[in-house]
């Protein structure tokens, strides 16, 4: 299966800042997904990233806080933008494979 | 849409012994994948198994084995032996069968403690 590396691992952010989050994948993948777990929570979807198109968000996610690039088959970011403290949430990318989804190791992201 | 439901919140159970981790879900596919994934305290999401629907024979990973009962859309977890490492959110997922874009549909989740 593929192996994902994404980065930062975790940050504190300042609220009113955005952050960009980074995925690089060690094969090439049609889709890559984003997903947030609020805190104790399950994973949320918060968009598909197709390459070469515009990303496909899910309800309650807009690009314009979310926005998400990618720039070729085997990397994409994502980023948080204006943070309030209510974006303080791990953040992972995840990819499909014949057996599951792979995910990257996740960004703790926590905003004060 | 499809949903996925985690009815035990927490469980516990003692080393070496065997636990189960309820699933149920709601869809009107056919064809679907199963999954339950491992989440210890290091974030990172780990396949611990998968179903797919058409296979009548349930799925086993070593000390992993899944009861699948398509009709009642149940998917539950046992686990044999328990093990410290154990100790982790467990979640279990859907996926429609098809092409690669399908997304995964999560439950809510078990956090499961292995006690010594």
């Known amino acids: 299966s593929a192996v994902i590396s994404q980065k930062p691992s975790r940050d504190i952010c300042q609220r009113g800042t955005s952050l960009t989050i980074q995925c690089q994948v060690d094969?090439?993948?049609?889709?890559m997904f984003w997903y947030r777990q609020q805190p104790g929570q399950s994973l949320t979807l918060i968009a598909t990233a197709n390459q070469g198109s515009e990303a496909t968000y899910e309800s309650g996610f807009v690009i314009d806080k979310f926005p998400i690039s990618r720039p070729n088959l085997t990397f994409s970011t994502l980023t948080v933008s204006n943070m309030s403290p209510e974006d303080s949430s791990i953040y992972l990318c995840?990819?499909?494979?014949?057996?599951?989804?792979?995910f990257g190791s996740g960004t703790r992201l926590t905003v004060v | 849409a499809q949903t996925v439901t985690q009815s035990q919140p927490e469980m516990s159970v003692q080393e070496a012994e065997t636990v189960t981790l309820s699933c149920t879900y709601d869809t009107s596919e056919n064809n679907y994948y199963l999954f339950w994934y491992k989440q210890p305290p290091s974030r990172q999401m780990i396949l611990v198994i998968r179903?797919?629907?058409?296979?009548?024979q349930n799925a086993t990973e070593n000390r992993f084995s899944v009861n699948f009962q398509k009709a009642a859309k149940s998917f539950s977890l046992k686990i044999s032996d328990s093990q410290l490492g154990d100790t982790a959110m467990y979640f279990c997922a859907f996926m429609k069968r098809g092409n690669a874009g399908n997304m995964l549909t999560f439950g809510g989740g078990t956090r499961l403690m292995v006690k010594p």
């Open positions: 094969s090439q993948v049609t889709m």
């Open positions: 995840s990819v499909s494979g014949y057996f599951g989804y792979t």
């Open positions: 179903q797919e629907a058409y296979k009548q």
